[in-house]
Every structure is written in structure tokens, then in C-alpha cells.
């Protein structure tokens, strides 16, 4: 039912890392795009589609992780909450590095929300038929009976 995940191919991946890119390297002026999200927060959603491929191409390389099937919701989860700990808690507090907003973590969790839907959408488009199907076939319908 999956496809195999290409890992730092990933087209997610490549399109992630092109945009952090360019929104840390600043080569738009700032808020160019009108508004605060894109410079405040958008590299903070990006995080999990770019640097999750890179953890999980090693741990494939180092035969930490045997298969080629897209990250499981486990596998979002665990970074997610390491990296929400650190740079929202131990950087700011015992390094006096950056600044703990709340709404770093959001970003955190929305990226990493959308990066599992994607990676995951063969299973979706499934199950998505298959409610669809349900819905469809409990529509009550008129049916004209013979001889009446």
C-alpha cells in the first residue's frame, strides 16, 4: 500500500529544504510576503519535512531502521518532542541561546502533522475511500418497483 520513501529524495524533502533555504538565507527582504508567519515562523514548520529524511537516511545507513516505508507517526513524534525540549527549554534557559516561544512548538507539531499526512497519503486516499464508499451506499435512494 506504501511507497518506498526515498528518504533525503523525498520530494517533500527537496521542496523543504529548497524553501528553509531561502527563507534562512534571507533572500527575500524582510516581510516581502506581507506578513509575519513567513520570517517568524515558517522555518519552525519546515522543520520536521527537512531534518526528519536526514535522521532516518542514516539510521537506514547505520541499519537502525530496515525498511523503506515512510516515517510511522512514532518516528515524527519522538524528534519532535526532543527538539521542542531543546530548543524551547535547554537552549534558552541554560545556554541563554534564542528565545522560548510557544508557538515554536505549534509550528513544530503543524509541520510534523502535515509532513505525516503527506508521507502517509496512500494510506488516507484508503481509507478516505472506503468512507466515502460507506457514506455513498447508506444514502437511502427511490427505487421504482415492477407492477406498482
Same mark, same amino acid.
Given at each position: 500500500? !506504501?511507497?518506498?520513501?526515498?528518504?533525503? +529524495? /523525498?520530494?517533500?524533502?527537496?521542496?523543504? $529544504?529548497? &524553501? @528553509?533555504?531561502?527563507?534562512? &538565507?534571507? +533572500?527575500? =527582504?524582510p @516581510?516581502?510576503?506581507?506578513?509575519?508567519?513567513?520570517?517568524?515562523?515558517?522555518? /519552525?514548520?519546515?522543520?520536521? #519535512?527537512?531534518?526528519? =529524511?536526514i535522521?532516518?537516511? %542514516?539510521?537506514?545507513?547505520?541499519? %537502525?531502521? *530496515?525498511?523503506? $516505508? =515512510? #516515517?510511522?507517526l512514532? *518516528?515524527?513524534?519522538?524528534? +519532535?518532542?526532543?527538539?521542542?525540549?531543546?530548543? *524551547?527549554f535547554i537552549?534558552? @534557559?541554560?545556554? *541563554?541561546?534564542?528565545?522560548?516561544? #510557544?508557538?515554536?512548538?505549534?509550528?513544530?507539531?503543524?509541520?510534523?502533522?502535515?509532513?505525516?499526512?503527506?508521507? !502517509?497519503?496512500?494510506? %488516507?486516499? @484508503?481509507?478516505?475511500q472506503?468512507?466515502?464508499?460507506?457514506?455513498?451506499? $447508506?444514502? =437511502?435512494?427511490?427505487?421504482?418497483?415492477?407492477?406498482?
Amino acid at each position: 500500500m !506504501n511507497a518506498n520513501f526515498k528518504y533525503i +529524495l /523525498d520530494p517533500l524533502f527537496i521542496f523543504s $529544504s529548497t &524553501l @528553509y533555504t531561502v527563507n534562512k &538565507l534571507s +533572500l527575500f =527582504p524582510p @516581510y516581502w510576503w506581507g506578513h509575519k508567519f513567513i520570517n517568524a515562523y515558517l522555518n /519552525d514548520v519546515l522543520l520536521i #519535512p527537512v531534518m526528519l =529524511p536526514i535522521i532516518l537516511f %542514516f539510521s537506514r545507513l547505520l541499519k %537502525f531502521r *530496515e525498511k523503506y $516505508s =515512510p #516515517p510511522m507517526l512514532m *518516528e515524527i513524534v519522538m524528534p +519532535l518532542a526532543i527538539w521542542s525540549i531543546a530548543f *524551547e527549554f535547554i537552549g534558552p @534557559y541554560f545556554f *541563554e541561546k534564542g528565545t522560548s516561544d #510557544p508557538f515554536d512548538v505549534l509550528a513544530y507539531c503543524i509541520g510534523g502533522i502535515i509532513s505525516w499526512v503527506i508521507w !502517509n497519503r496512500s494510506i %488516507f486516499l @484508503y481509507h478516505w475511500q472506503n468512507i466515502v464508499c460507506l457514506i455513498l451506499n $447508506s444514502i =437511502p435512494y427511490n427505487r421504482v418497483r415492477d407492477g406498482v
